[in-house]
């Protein structure tokens, strides 16, 4: 079984690996298009903005887009997930993946005026709103920590497996076939998050 992280310069490598390694497994760091290729697994992470990200991944859209047609799991964290989306209001004309339909936003300054702060920082409890969601196995409405300004809208409610609450419902966790991506950072998210990254191990071939 072979996981890999893209490096692609938009990610916390460090602490995505560590994540895994706290659940005893090993994965590979790489920016080779060739072991990306022959992963049996793909995590994206992300931190930072959209369209610098996606300057980032042009060399590797085609073989995320393969990877995911095949039916190949994959794992999208925070700016991972919303680069599953073909536009985001952060970067506008920078062109996503295209993976899920729909565009990302800004939260709405008006949320300033509930006391409520932007980006969106801290610990919130997930909304399951679909108990067939591999990576949500065993897990309730637990809290997982969260760093954004920006979150998607999907054209298709079907695919939003959680949301959390801020002043809006916002997607946490998508998902569709093998590929799935989380708004918050389950590395980062305690003992529950590890077994997010558990349940996502468990789907690898």
């Not at 920082?121 to 990576?135: A, F, Y």
Request: charged fraction near 20%; include cysteine; proline fraction near 4%.
């Amino acid at each position: 079984m072979m996981i890999t992280i893209i490096d692609y310069g938009s990610g916390n490598l460090k602490s995505i690996r560590n994540g895994f390694s706290h659940i005893g497994v090993e994965v590979n760091v790489s920016h080779d298009i060739c072991d990306l290729e022959k992963a049996d697994a793909l995590v994206l992470p992300g931190v930072g903005a959209f369209g610098n990200a996606m300057m980032n991944l042009q060399p590797y859209k085609q073989v995320i887009q393969e990877h995911i047609n095949e039916g190949k799991p994959f794992l999208g964290v925070c700016l991972g997930l919303q680069v599953l989306f073909p536009k985001s209001q952060e970067s506008e004309g920078a062109e996503g993946l295209d993976i899920f339909k729909g565009e990302v936003v800004r939260f709405d300054e008006s949320l300033k005026q509930q006391g409520m702060k932007i980006p969106h920082m801290g610990w919130n409890n997930l909304q399951i709103k679909k108990n067939d969601c591999t990576i949500l196995n065993g897990i309730d409405n637990e809290y997982m920590y969260f760093v954004h300004s920006y979150y998607v809208l999907p054209d298709d409610d079907d695919i939003v497996a959680a949301t959390v609450n801020y002043g809006v419902e916002v997607p946490a966790v998508v998902y569709h076939d093998h590929t799935y991506a989380t708004q918050f950072h389950p590395e980062k998210s305690g003992e529950i998050g590890l077994k997010i990254l558990n349940n996502f191990v468990e789907t690898v071939p």
